[in-house]
């Protein structure tokens, strides 16, 4: 199993700027593709990020030019770096890795628990 923590959310002014980590703990034998989601009230979870182990990228449209996903596989960890912030942005940003437990056994996907954003004056 694969645990997800998120850290780094809070309250930032538009224009702000602030940076979301994600930490992967548990048993595991490699983590693939990892991504950033994030659901504001009354509204569907939506894709915000996504990278691949190698380093590729892809970008919901609202945030693209915005924010920049990375990751640093030496410590399991994934990074959003949030600019010029929008109201709009405020919602709660979850952490998902798609990871297999070992050699032979079909991946899986892992949810953290989420950490709020809200972007006010």
């Known amino acids: 199993q694969v645990q997800l923590v998120e850290s780094g959310g809070g309250l930032v002014q538009p224009g702000g700027s602030l940076r979301l980590s994600c930490a992967a703990s548990?048993?595991?034998?490699?983590?693939?593709?990892m991504g950033w989601y994030r659901q504001a009230p009354g509204k569907q979870r939506e894709l915000v990020a996504r990278?691949?182990?190698?380093?590729?990228?892809n970008y919901a449209d609202p945030v693209k030019g915005r924010f920049t996903i990375s990751r640093d596989n030496a410590k399991n960890t994934v990074y959003l770096q949030m600019s010029s912030l929008k109201p709009e942005d405020t919602a709660v940003y979850y952490c998902?890795?798609?990871?297999?437990?070992?050699?032979?056994?079909?991946?899986?996907?892992?949810w953290g628990r989420g950490t709020q954003v809200t972007v006010s004056s």
């Open positions: 998902s890795a798609n990871a297999f437990a070992r050699l032979g056994v079909s991946s899986a996907d892992y």
């Open positions: 548990g048993t595991f034998f490699r983590l693939n593709d």
């Open positions: 990278i691949t182990r190698g380093g590729n990228t």
